[in-house]
Structure formats: C-alpha cells, structure tokens
C-alpha cells in the first residue's frame, strides 16, 4: 500500500451468507471490537435482504455498508433485479461489480462495464472485480486477460469518475479454496493493473486508484500481502463473516510499519 497517495481499503464480501437477524448480531460484536485506527476505509458488502439491518447499526460509524451486485437500468421490467439508486437509496455507499461468481453464472464484460456506469450516475463507489483462472495463469495469460478485464470494465468512464473506484484482483483459483495468492504474484497483477489504468487515464490518476487483492485473504497472510506496494487493501469472503479475523485484518491494514 501506499498511504500518501490513495485510500486503503478493506471490504468484506458476505456473498450469500447470514440473515437480517444474524446481520444485527453480527453488527453487534464488530462494533464492540472494531480498531479505533483511522488509516483505512472500511466496507461490508451484505445480502441485499440484510442491507437496512447492516446500515441502521453502522448509522454512527464510519463502517460503509455495500451491496453485491446492482442492475445497469433506471428502473422497469427487471423482476427479481435492483438498481443502482434503491442501493443508494437504502443506504449503500459501495457496490461490488464483475465478482467471479456472477461472471461464472453469465455476467459479461459488457454488463460489468455498464453496472460501473449505472453504479457512478448513482453515487455508488463500485469495487470492480477481475481475475484469472487457474488455466488461464498456467498457460501464461493473466496478464492479457486481466488487462482486457480492465478496459472493458472502465470503457466510456470519464476522469472525473475514474477517482471513485476501487478496482480489487480476484484470482478466482484462490477464492474460497485457502489457496491465497503469494504477495509476489499478487503485487505482480496489481502493478500491471496500475500500468493499464496510468495508459488509460495518464499517472496521476494510477496513483491514486486502490488497487485491492482478495481471494482466501484472512488474518494470518494480510499483513504480507497489504504490505506489497500495489496492494492497498482486500475484498474478503469467508474471513469477514467472523467478527475477530475481520478486525484482525483490519488491525493489519492499520499498522504503521506497512
Ligand atoms: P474468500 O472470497 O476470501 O472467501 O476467498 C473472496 C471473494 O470472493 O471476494
């Protein structure tokens, strides 16, 4: 990470786990816990049933509550979707887009392009998630591919809006299988997402995007892999379900030798 030039987050995705009820308990024991450091952004990304629940008991922290998913329309004939405002509405202020699991079940480079867009419109910050396959890095193209996920992904983004996103690599070979990345593969992939971001929207602007890494991050391999200049935080599955690993991760994040 690099703290003088961009924001450091840590984003836990719940996927679909835990029920309003269990939100609230949830909710309950973070506080409790939660580090009194300042120095990073911290989001939960929750069912879309257990968003009201998560945002009433994050109301007076500076914790952000974020959804999942969200529909590129306005609004219309969508049965079963959600748009980008009733997020907004209902109290978002992150939303992730492009996660593996939804590539998986049909969702193309197209759809993630316009729910950046749809996401931006509304005020949400999208946390844009690419990745690789395990055949795709072991015939030795993640770099193209993850390249081509990217420009995809921020296609027609203007630099004004560029600023809001978070942009978080995903090998989907590490996801959920306790098979985390090693930092130096990790920083390789996300210094190569700079790369592209600084040759489309010029230096600056590359600098100052975060950049997350998330696939079996957990308590015990953060502090490694944060520590990598081009890491500046984690989008977490499994590991943010649990009050104490999540906030040991963030205490991760918070210390000041990184
Ligand atoms: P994991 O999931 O931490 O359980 O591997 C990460 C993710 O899919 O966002």
Same mark, same amino acid.
């Given at each position: 990470m690099n703290r003088k030039y961009r924001?450091?987050?840590?984003?836990?995705?719940?996927k679909m786990n835990k029920t309003p009820s269990e939100t609230k !308990?949830?909710?309950?024991?973070?506080? !409790?816990?939660?580090? /009194?450091?300042?120095w990073c952004d911290v989001a939960l990304c929750v069912p879309a049933v257990c968003i009201p629940a998560a945002v009433k008991?994050?109301?007076e922290t500076r914790i952000g509550i974020g959804a999942q998913n969200c529909n590129a329309n306005a609004a219309g004939a969508y049965t079963g979707e959600i748009a980008a405002n009733m997020l907004v509405d209902a109290g978002c202020?992150?939303?992730?887009?492009?996660h593996s699991e939804r590539r998986a079940a049909g969702e193309t480079d197209?759809?993630?392009? !316009?729910?950046?867009? !749809?996401? +931006?419109?509304?005020? +949400?910050?999208p946390i844009v998630c690419v990745g690789e396959s395990l055949a795709q890095r072991e015939t030795g193209i993640t770099t193209e591919w993850v390249t081509l996920q990217i420009k995809s992904a921020l296609?027609?983004?203007?630099e004004d809006q560029i600023r809001r996103i978070i942009i978080a690599y995903e090998p989907i070979w590490a996801i959920g299988t306790g098979k985390t990345a090693t930092p130096e593969q990790a920083e390789e992939v996300c210094e190569n997402i700079r790369t592209v971001v600084r040759k489309l929207f010029g230096a600056k602007i590359a600098r100052a995007i975060s950049v997350l890494y998330g696939g079996s991050m957990?308590?015990?391999n953060a502090y490694d892999l944060l520590a990598q200049p081009d890491i500046d935080g984690g989008l977490i599955g499994g590991a943010s379900l649990v009050p104490e690993k999540?906030? /040991?991760?963030?205490?991760?994040a918070n210390q000041p030798t990184i």
């Open positions: 924001k450091t987050v840590i984003a836990g995705n719940w !308990a949830f909710m309950t024991e973070f506080k !409790a816990i939660m580090p /009194k450091g300042r008991a994050m109301r202020k992150y939303v992730i887009i492009g197209a759809d993630v392009n !316009a729910k950046v867009h !749809a996401a +931006l419109e509304n005020g +949400l910050i296609d027609g983004i203007g957990n308590e015990k999540f906030v /040991k991760i963030i205490e991760a």
